[in-house]
């Protein structure tokens, strides 16, 4: 097709080097004239160094029969909104190598109508959820070889009648399925991208063995893995194991953890609550019962002042110091609580040391159970 392009637009060129525009089943321009003749239904524009496409370029009524209009190669940066109103008819607009970094509805008076936009060859680097939700007559959506890296989830939503997307020679190394969420998937393009194989991708991978096996995905060949190093290279979709079980537990370990692991945590912590107010109650009992009034005025009484019994105050102030203390030391030696709540971390580690601890209250065959599990994964 791009070969085909480039021809026409070469003889196009070669015939239109002494006038600015030719009639053939195209109408071809080497610059943008203000009148046009009635009638048209195709226009290409071989002009360079456009820069920014305003809403003033185009004001000619006769453009309103055009339905496929071609601005390819020309050095366009920015088009502002309403720079297509004038073709209110238009199904099919290529706006092929240039300098675009997004898309916009604002563009065209009729953004539904819209059936094929080429946006192959610019600098767009990411698919926002609004770029695209006006065009829902999209069939054919071309966006190769730009530098996207991020398509929002939503963002083609409102494409409900889309076969095709090429997402080829673009930047994207993450994907989920949800992106392409109430569509019938089109078929795809995907190759030439610096795919991620982590854990993450694991799901796309199967999304990708289901395209391929309903013949959706075009280029499976070289949607290839770049990163991980060891799995450079690799098709995507033919990847069986991710290398998903040492970094992160499987969902049936997460559901065993969530069943089994977390209510027990939490009765542990309980429990270990309980003991501690416990062990404070007696604290506080036994500090009252050795604060003795008598005993305390000798112990006190070193400057000889105040002989006798404490007044009431300075018992008070006593006591309360001493119960500080007293909790203090208790809190340096009760630390159980703290491993536990580690368990809620998402290192591994600190859930083996929390389990550690936690199987002495544990039946052995679910301790079994869950360290075979989060080994073989
Ligand atoms: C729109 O662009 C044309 C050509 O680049 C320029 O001559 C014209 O002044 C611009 N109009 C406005 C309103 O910026
Ligand atoms: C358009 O992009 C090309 C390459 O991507 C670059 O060489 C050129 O300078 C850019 N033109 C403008 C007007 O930004
Ligand atoms: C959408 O495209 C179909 C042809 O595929 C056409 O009949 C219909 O009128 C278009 N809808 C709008 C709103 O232009
Ligand atoms: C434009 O879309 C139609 C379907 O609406 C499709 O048959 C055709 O191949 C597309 N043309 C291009 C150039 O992608
Ligand atoms: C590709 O995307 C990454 C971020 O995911 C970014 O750091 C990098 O610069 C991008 N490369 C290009 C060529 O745009
Ligand atoms: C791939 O994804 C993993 C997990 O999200 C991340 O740690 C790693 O840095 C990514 N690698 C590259 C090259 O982006
Ligand atoms: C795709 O087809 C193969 C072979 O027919 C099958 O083994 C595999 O499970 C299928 N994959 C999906 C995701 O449907
Ligand atoms: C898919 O992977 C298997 C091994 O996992 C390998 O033997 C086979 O050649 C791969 N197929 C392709 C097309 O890369």
């Known amino acids: ?111 539904e109508r819209l059936e094929n936009l080429t946006l192959s060859q610019n600098i767009i680097q990411g698919i926002g959820p609004s770029m695209l939700s006006h065009f829902s007559n999209l069939t054919t959506l071309h966006l190769a070889n730009n530098r996207i890296n991020m398509i929002a989830v939503g963002s083609l939503k409102h494409l409900s009648k889309l076969t095709y997307i090429d997402l080829s020679g673009n930047n994207l190394s993450t994907l989920t399925r949800n992106v392409f969420i109430g569509l019938r998937p089109p078929r795809m393009k995907l190759g030439d991208n610096p795919w991620n194989c982590s854990c993450e991708l694991q799901d796309f991978g199967f999304f990708l063995q289901e395209l391929m096996n309903a013949s959706l995905l075009e280029d499976a060949s070289s949607v290839t893995c770049q ?60 500090d009252k019962k050795q604060v003795q009034p008598g005993r305390e005025a000798t112990v006190e009484d070193g400057d000889g ?42 290192q591994e580690g600190d859930k083996k040391g929390c389990f550690a601890q936690l199987s002495r209250y544990w039946s052995p065959s679910e301790t079994v159970l869950f360290d075979s599990g989060s080994k073989d994964g």
């Open 1 to 111: 097709m791009k070969l085909m392009f480039e021809l026409v637009l070469i003889c196009g060129l070669m015939r239109i080097s002494r006038f600015q525009c030719v009639h053939e089943k195209e109408y071809f321009c080497s610059s943008i004239p203000t009148d046009f003749p009635e009638g048209l239904t195709s226009v290409i524009f071989v002009v360079t160094k456009i820069g920014v496409l305003n809403s003033t370029v185009f004001n000619s009524p006769s453009l309103k029969s055009v339905t496929s209009l071609a601005l390819a190669n020309s050095g366009i940066t920015k088009i502002e909104p309403g720079a297509f109103y004038a073709f209110q008819s238009l199904t099919k607009l290529s706006l092929y190598q240039n300098n675009l970094t997004t898309t916009m509805a604002s563009w065209l008076s009729k953004p």
């Open 227 to 286: 990163s991980p190093a060891g799995m450079k290279g690799v098709s995507v979709w033919n990847i069986s194991d991710f290398n998903c079980s040492p970094e992160l537990p499987s969902p049936f370990l997460t559901s065993v953890f969530h069943k089994v692991g977390l209510p027990l945590v939490l009765m542990c912590l309980a429990f270990l609550s309980f003991l501690l107010l416990l062990l404070l109650l007696w604290v506080v009992k036994r």
């Open 305 to 346: 002042e105040q002989k006798g019994p404490m007044n009431a105050m300075t018992k008070k102030i006593r006591n309360n110091r001493l119960y500080e203390e007293k909790s203090q030391q208790l809190f340096k030696r009760v630390r159980e609580p703290d491993l536990i709540l580690k368990a809620f971390g998402d």
